[in-house]
């Protein structure tokens, strides 16, 4: 039981170059999210996928696009990497509950340099 | 103004420290409460989460909600090197059963505990 899994774990990209984040959990969770952590701003929220077939935009979703390839598979792109896309991605997934109470389990993270 | 504010930090303490980590929020339609601890290099994990306001305690960890005031409060006992790691709180609203819940976070707190 691997959890929440991320690839790569870093890159490197040139301005104007397009890249994938790839994310898979094997916890069947029907939630999956993409953040991202920079220094002195916390973790924001980019994409979730409340469940397979759906995604919404979060609080900073522009430069970025999702897809939930199926249940156990959300991927975040960048289509034209800008500098300011430098940061620590994590993605997380949840499971669906009735009551109170919900854990977002992340994964270890991908670094991203855009020079 | 953030929706959640997190004194960055950094905390150094010496062991067997009791530790106080605080957070303030603005918005009173957060119903969810939430402590993540997050190692350096690593994803964030959940400590501890509570519902409205009181206290929840768990083993070393006391988590305490003031609604009134819009505080939350994570309290340390008998503080280990092995706690040296950021904390971040989180928090959200009340969501449908069922759906996704997003996390507004904190900008984190620093501790180091001193052997």
């Known amino acids: 039981n691997a959890g929440v899994t991320q690839t790569p774990k870093f890159q490197v990209l040139k301005t104007g170059q397009s890249m994938t984040l790839q994310c898979a959990q094997d916890?069947?969770?029907?939630?999956m999210y993409w953040y991202r952590q920079d220094p002195g701003m916390g973790l924001r929220l980019i994409y979730y996928?409340?469940?397979?077939?759906?995604?919404d935009k979060g609080e900073v979703p522009n430069g970025y696009n999702v897809s939930r390839l199926n249940k156990r598979e959300f991927s975040l792109r960048l289509e034209s990497a800008a500098p300011s896309q430098t940061s620590v991605y994590f993605c997380?997934?949840?499971?669906?509950?009735?009551?109170?109470?919900?854990?977002?389990?992340f994964g270890p993270g991908t670094r991203l340099l855009v020079l | 103004q953030k929706e959640v504010e997190q004194d960055p930090g950094p905390l150094s303490v010496p062991e067997g420290a009791i530790v106080s980590l605080n957070c303030t929020y603005s918005?009173?339609?957060?119903?969810?409460f939430m402590w993540y601890r997050q190692y350096s290099r690593k994803g964030p994990e959940l400590l501890m989460y509570?519902?409205?306001?009181g206290n929840k305690e768990d083993g070393r960890f006391t988590a305490q909600v003031d609604k009134s005031s819009k505080y939350i409060s994570l309290f340390i006992r008998d503080s280990q090197p092995s706690d040296s790691a950021t904390y971040l709180c989180?928090?959200?609203?009340?969501?449908?059963?069922?759906?996704?819940?997003?996390?507004?976070f904190g900008s984190g707190t620093q501790l180091t505990v001193l052997p």
């Open positions: 997380a997934s949840s499971e669906r509950r009735r009551v109170a109470g919900e854990t977002q389990y």
């Open positions: 916890m069947n969770h029907n939630s």
């Open positions: 996928s409340a469940s397979e077939g759906t995604t």
């Open positions: 918005n009173s339609a957060f119903q969810y």
């Open positions: 509570t519902y409205s306001s």
């Open positions: 989180a928090t959200s609203v009340a969501g449908s059963s069922g759906s996704a819940r997003q996390l507004t």
